[in-house]
């Protein structure tokens, strides 16, 4: 056997394959890209051994979670847990261990284990002149959302489209979808963003005072109004103006903003001067709009006025792929707010997440893990025990377990590409640019899990 390297990396490496017995382990270290770009491995394999898995070490750097791959996935004797390194947000290499049958598959213990090593890992890969830009990962301002998913880049090519557009913009979706979110990153992204962002829920104030709040008011207009003051729309001059909850809007100040949209001015409480405007307005609802119309409570003249682009917001239910990267993203964020080391979820624990449905959607799931995080004291790994009771019903039976990751994703592959096929009816060109992927990727994923191109009774 060759000799080990005495580096750092080297060394930690010992002492990890100590306490976790494996047959094979390696530090790895990744660019901007999530490509790897130098590693740490013992023992260094000969011509014919085994070698790292790169799709199994790819997944885990994008999605920021452990991973426990049993022989079950792999079809094979192996056991693999894989270990992603995070820092201020951005993932920068992870530790990977192998082992045969005889060690087993290795166990929630084992990665609390490997946890412990992350942060002086770290350290080193951050000090290394080789990870390419470690130290400005992610920057002083993380981005607003994360995702993976079709309706993810969806709702990112919409904001590309209308962020420097001034015409207002209708955002819609069930609560905790993250519609303030969006209205945020359109207006921090466009040309407006050196200016104010003023957001109101127009079902959370009354409305004789969400009136003098929205609109202004002079001195002496009504009791109590001791000095003049201007409004919300008036203070978001040149900015971003998001009405969040539009429908609960009463039909008197429907009319008032209807007036300000088409006019560009306003008249403050008590005035009779009209001051003009420069504001880009934003509104969202959970509610039926056009319902909301045919029943007499919104005004159709101002919906239109209102809606002239729009974006559904799909719940977090019909987006699963999201999960795990926001997960990912929600645990570096309060991790830092609470100033405590990186945790990780156990694969167990992970699994209940993807099988809950989620009514409450992104705002659920950041209340789930800031409770995990303050009940989970000092450990290093979140277990099942620690999530709500709700996310342990009906869960197992509806999600592959994590330790069968792959074949789990295997299948939503091979499902989501016979779907898109069937859609153009199996144009592959068509199809490769419908799902965003090149004519080879597409052939490559094809030949992969056994599509056969043009025989529509063998893409079933």
């Known amino acids: 056997m060759k000799k080990r390297r005495a580096s750092p990396l080297g060394k930690i490496l010992d002492v990890i394959m100590q306490e976790i017995p494996s047959q094979l382990g390696a530090i790895l270290r990744v660019d901007r890209k999530n490509r790897i770009i130098d590693k740490e491995m013992w023992p260094v394999p000969e011509a014919g051994e085994k070698k790292l898995r790169v799709d199994i070490i790819r997944d885990v750097i994008e999605n920021g979670h452990p991973l426990i791959i049993s022989d079950q996935s792999l079809g094979s004797s192996d056991n693999i847990l894989c270990l992603p390194l995070v820092d201020n947000g951005k ?31 770290n350290l080193i890969l951050k000090r290394s002149s080789h990870v390419e830009g470690s130290s400005q990962a992610i920057g002083a301002n993380p981005p607003c959302f994360v995702g993976k998913s079709q309706d993810f880049f969806r709702v990112l090519h919409f904001i590309d489209c209308v962020k420097n557009n001034n015409v207002p913009v209708f955002i819609s979706g069930e609560s905790g979808t993250g519609k303030e979110v969006v209205a945020r990153a359109i207006h921090n992204s466009g040309s407006r963003k050196t200016h ?14 969400l009136e003098s ?61 009209m001051r003009l405007v420069d504001v ?91 409770r995990c995080l303050i009940l989970c004291g000092d450990k290093n790994l979140i277990g099942e025990e620690f999530l ?42 068509r199809t490769a640019e419908e799902i965003g992927l090149s004519r080879q990727g597409l052939f490559k994923l094809m030949k992969k899990h056994g599509i056969l191109a043009g025989h529509k009774k063998e893409l079933v």
């Open 388 to 429: 709500s009771q709700k996310m342990h019903k009906k869960n197992k039976e509806t999600y592959v377990h994590l330790y069968d990751y792959f074949h789990a994703k295997a299948e939503f592959e091979k499902r989501f590409l016979n779907e898109a096929l069937a859609r153009s009816d199996y144009n592959r060109t």
């Open 91 to 121: 993932s920068i290499g992870s530790i990977y261990l192998l082992r045969g049958d005889v060690g087993g598959i290795y166990s929630n213990r084992d990665i609390e284990v490997l946890a412990a090593f992350a942060r002086p890992v």
């Open 196 to 209: 104010k962002f003023i957001a109101i829920n127009c079902g959370a104030i009354p409305d004789h005072l």
């Open 280 to 370: 880009r307005f934003i509104s969202a609802t959970n509610k039926d709009i056009e319902k909301e119309i045919c029943e007499g409570r919104f005004r159709e003249d101002l919906y239109y006025r209102l809606n002239i682009v729009s974006v559904a917001l799909s719940p977090l239910r019909k987006r699963r792929e999201d999960i795990l990267s926001l997960v990912s993203y929600l645990v570096e964020k309060y991790c830092r707010e609470l100033k405590r080391e990186r945790v990780y979820f156990s694969p167990g624990a992970l699994q209940l997440l993807l099988g809950y449905s989620w009514p409450g959607n992104v705002r659920e799931l950041q209340n789930e893990i800031q």
């Open 213 to 273: 709040e929205l609109f202004g008011y002079a001195r002496g207009a009504f009791t109590g109004a001791v000095k003049e003051k201007s409004g919300l729309i008036e203070e978001a001059n040149q900015g971003t103006f998001f009405l969040d909850e539009i429908g609960d809007l009463s039909p008197h100040l429907q009319a008032k903003l209807l007036r300000v949209i088409q006019e560009k001015e306003i008249r403050r409480i008590g005035e009779n001067r």
